[in-house]
């Protein structure tokens, strides 16, 4: 089974990459950033993104990209769109890791309630056949 945060996670990050990428296309016209700086630096902050997605299967993964959605809504400081952009994909960020921690624990909850009942089948099986 996958992991429910790592997964709603992961696909904030890659959302992320992708309009990272196209911030830059419009970052080089609103800004006062040279086309190669406006570039870099979004094309930068996407790869970062993406290769955050990859690290998700630790701690350090979640730091990184928590990291990022400060970064990226520091960018707007530079091209003032991306203050509500970053602010929209930090949000994001938060509720996918706080659905998908509940998630976790209402899946853990589940599996404990149904290995529960089949060791009370067992039991119950094994009791009336000594009978």
Known sequence: MRNPTRTMAATVLVSEALVMFFAGLVAKELSDLSTGAALGITCALALACILTAGMLRSRTGYLV???????IIGFGFWVHTMLFVGGLF??????S??????????TAERWALHEAEQAKEERDGESSESA
């Not at 990209?65 to 970064?71: A, D, E, I, M």
């Not at 998908?100 to 624990?105: W, Y």
């Open 97 to 106: 890791l706080r659905i998908g921690t509940r998630l976790e624990r209402e």
């Open 90 to 95: 930090a949000a994001l960020w938060v509720v």
């Open 65 to 71: 990209g928590t990291f990022l959605q400060v970064l």
